[in-house]
């Protein structure tokens, strides 16, 4: 058994995840095309983006992927980390938003 559960080899195999379900592979990779090339935003500041979320996702395919297509494009290391960052921030933002219920609870039984 490998020692890793991911392998860098599956993020190769990623352009087959429609093999069993073509047509709605078909058309997430139209999707993704569409959603990741540039339009609004240039293809740089898209791949930042999806480098923050890989990392705030936990998604190990996704952050080899991304840290190399920032690369490619010209990404400097503090760029990337500072994308990392905000989605870090982020998370914890969300995380703390969420307290709200927990002190609605506590209110309300304080009462």
């Known amino acids: 058994m490998s020692q890793n559960y991911y392998e860098c080899r599956d993020l190769e195999d990623f352009a087959n995840i429609g093999e069993y379900a073509a047509e709605p592979g078909g058309k997430f990779f139209e999707y993704y095309a569409a959603a990741t090339s540039a339009g609004k935003l240039s293809e740089r500041e898209k ?15 996704c952050i080899d992927a991304y840290t190399n297509k920032c690369l ?21 933002g969300d995380t703390l938003a969420h307290a709200t219920q927990m002190r609605k609870i506590i209110k309300k039984k304080e009462m």
Do not use: F, K, Q, W
């Open 47 to 61: 791949a930042l983006i999806a480098l923050a979320v890989a990392t705030v996702r936990h998604c190990p395919y």
């Open 72 to 92: 490619s494009l010209g990404v400097g290391n503090d760029e990337m980390m500072e994308a990392v960052h905000v989605g870090a921030a982020m998370v914890a």
